[in-house]
């Protein structure tokens, strides 16, 4: 059994992606094993996967780096349903220069929640249902204002993108959670009397899923 809080957690934004580096493919295996010549990738590397399957989109930590190879730190790609033959075609860009969001004083999250097709058959009545899909997620960030500190450029660069970039949270524990979220920020604070102006941050999720690293 766990209790863990999220006081103490930081914020960071990825204001660099570089050139997108071809992958030629990635094995069936945990952790899945990505071919791409001469990718010049370092272990602990950042990298967002751009191809056409469930990695579409995911952040990934690079490992036990090869000239041609590396494996996808944590991501388990056994499964030939989830990952048939030919999935990991595509390219990978290396996420940089980190820019922490200070001066945080609420992260909410919303949707995921799963949606259901109901029917009823005629000769019995009963009611029956099925999973569909999960509405798309998204976390809104709240700061104080500051337009003079470093991150309050990078958003409304990132704004301005409309790109995928990179999100990064660091746990308390030292535990890491990546993201590929859209950014929407214009920057106006709020003017509430006697109380800080502040900013809202919105971040739509590109991949439906987070990548966890552990301390």
């Known amino acids: 059994m766990a209790s863990a809080f999220p006081n103490g957690s930081t914020f960071a934004i990825a204001t660099t992606l570089a050139s997108p580096v071809t992958v030629s493919g990635i094995t069936n295996a945990s952790p899945g094993v990505a071919t791409a010549t001469a990718h010049g990738y370092s272990d602990g590397g950042i990298l967002l996967l751009n191809m056409p399957s469930r990695l579409d989109q995911r952040v990934v930590r690079v490992d036990n780096s090869d000239t041609n190879t590396f494996e996808l730190e944590g991501v388990d790609t056994t499964s030939t349903a989830q990952y048939p033959s030919g999935f990991g075609v595509g390219t990978a860009q290396l996420a940089t220069s980190f820019v922490s969001l200070s001066q945080v004083t609420d992260v909410t999250s919303s949707g995921g929640e799963q949606q259901f097709n109901q029917w ?12 569909t899909f999960k509405n798309a997620r998204a976390l809104s960030v709240t700061l104080d204002y500051d337009p003079a500190l470093a991150w309050h450029a990078a958003l409304l660069t990132a704004d301005q993108a409309g790109t995928v970039y990179v999100i990064r949270a660091t746990l308390p524990s ?42």
Do not use: C, H, K
């Open 120 to 131: 009823t058959y005629l000769e019995d009545g009963r009611q029956r249902q099925r999973p």
């Open 174 to 215: 030292g535990a890491v959670i990546y993201w590929s979220m859209y950014v929407s920020f214009d920057g106006e604070p709020t003017f509430d009397i006697n109380q800080n102006q502040q900013v809202t941050l919105s971040l739509s999720f590109a991949a439906p899923v987070s990548t966890r690293y552990s301390a």
